[in-house]
């Protein structure tokens, strides 16, 4: 049973990928996610069905359009390959669970907004708030099936609790750190916080310590400098991933949880 949940969630992970491309390709701009048809940007072909198969495609292809030949970025089918093995991780790290579904849902907004931010140095709000939605009400459903509400209560409170942090963070110094991170922080702490306040605490450590060394790791080798913006949404989705895999090995010896409640 496991394993064939594993496949299914690699396989929908490709599919959710794919969609994936075109919503860190157009929301940026303000365009819609599901019209015109997706098309090579430089020929303006419409991508027909059977090129648009994830990974396969852009393979068979040799990485150019079928019209016009122009290269197709290595990064379409990396986001496939990268949404199908958080999607398969998941899975896996979880086993049969209603929770598979909300984390996956967390999966994929953390790859998409990570990207975005990496390319444009915004999170967008609208798609955020989807996000938070959306983890929000899968981990609602797992609360209502499995009757944890508690989980769910825990959640809010380390959400509330890990925003409050960055809202005073982006009081005193916006450059440091901007509105977008604040309102992302939410999700990343009430999909932690929902596994245990030790998931929550250790997420934020873990971004906030990935996102300093690298930006004084980038301002030491003259890469970056220091009234250079960051896209910390990438290091706060890398230290969510991390915390999230890592956390029941990482917080077993210290049982945090015994403090909080
Ligand atoms: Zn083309």
Redo the contacts with the bound molecule.
Sequence with gaps: MNTALIGLSGLFGLAIGSFLNVVIYRVPFGLSVVSPPSA?P????EIRPYDNIPVVSWLILRAR??????PISFRYPLVEAGCASLFAGVAWHLGVSWLVPAYCALMAGLLALALIDFDHLKLPKNLVWIHLGGVGALLALSSGVYDNWKALWIAAICALGWASMFFVINFVSPRLLGFGDVRFSLVLGLALGYLGVDYAVLGFLLSNLIGLSITVILVAAKRLTVNQPVPYGVFLAIGTVVAFFTGATILAPFHLNDIFY
């Design positions: 090579c430089n020929c303006h072909r359009c079928r019209g016009c030949h122009e």
